[in-house]
């Protein structure tokens, strides 16, 4: 089982539309959590950390359920320049070592 | 431009040759990691320097990979007798220890192709 799942998608929006994406994960010790955005054949940017009380920036919204390990992010009215890969990220509690889902493929269609 | 750079963006090689890359952090940044990215995964951790003290090396990184950061600023990876499984996209990575919440800053990536 890999450490880090990820729906891999793809999640084909109409523009304005409202998309919401889900992370699990398997180590519960597990510290911190991040949402990071690829375009193609770019490198990853960080979109968002997640807290544990949830966190919202912008459009964007990230929750984090320790209890049943896994995080969420939610776009609102989504723009076609959110469309990416979107990858779901977790450190290890050692050496803050990011472990990687492999990421789900959104597309926004106008 | 005061990002993570890597050198080159891109190359190409025949299986059983050496090729080395290039990653120069964020100034001051103290970790420097390497990942490996091939299409349709997420970055797999290769190993990290914390100066120039190289303290963990993945499994993924066979014998035939080897990295160093000699003076704790840029970083290189070389890969000896390169194998068709080795194309992808090698990213590096820089973060300060005082920075907030973990943030990694990464470079372009030196995408590999091995024929």
């Known amino acids: 089982r890999k450490e880090v799942e990820q729906d891999p998608g793809p999640f084909n929006v109409p523009e304005g539309a409202t998309v919401a994406f889900n992370c699990t994960y398997s180590?519960?010790?597990?510290?911190?959590f991040f949402w990071y955005r690829q375009d193609c054949r770019k490198e990853p940017k960080l979109l968002m950390s997640?807290?544990?009380?949830?966190n919202e920036d912008g459009r964007f919204t990230a929750q984090l359920n320790r209890a049943s390990q896994y995080i969420s992010l939610l776009i609102r009215d989504s723009k076609l320049s959110d469309s990416a890969t979107y990858l779901c990220v977790v450190t290890k509690e050692s050496n803050y070592q990011l472990i990687w889902g492999a990421g789900t493929k959104l597309i926004i269609k106008p | 431009d005061t990002g993570v750079s890597q050198d080159p963006r891109h190359k190409i090689t025949k299986r059983g040759q050496n090729v080395t890359f290039r990653c120069d952090p964020i100034?001051?940044?103290?970790?420097l990691y390497w990942y490996r990215q091939t299409l349709g995964q997420g970055p797999e951790f290769l190993t990290y320097f914390q100066n120039e003290a190289q303290l963990e090396k993945s499994r993924l990184l066979s014998d035939r990979f080897s990295a160093e950061r000699p003076k704790g600023s840029f970083s290189t990876l070389e890969i000896q007798r390169t194998e068709q499984g080795d194309s992808a996209m090698y990213l590096c990575a820089s973060r300060s220890l005082a920075g907030v919440y973990n943030e990694q800053f990464f470079g372009p990536g030196t995408r590999l192709t091995v024929l």
């Open positions: 100034s001051e940044h103290n970790r």
């Open positions: 997640v807290y544990s009380s949830g």
């Open positions: 180590n519960s010790a597990s510290q911190s």
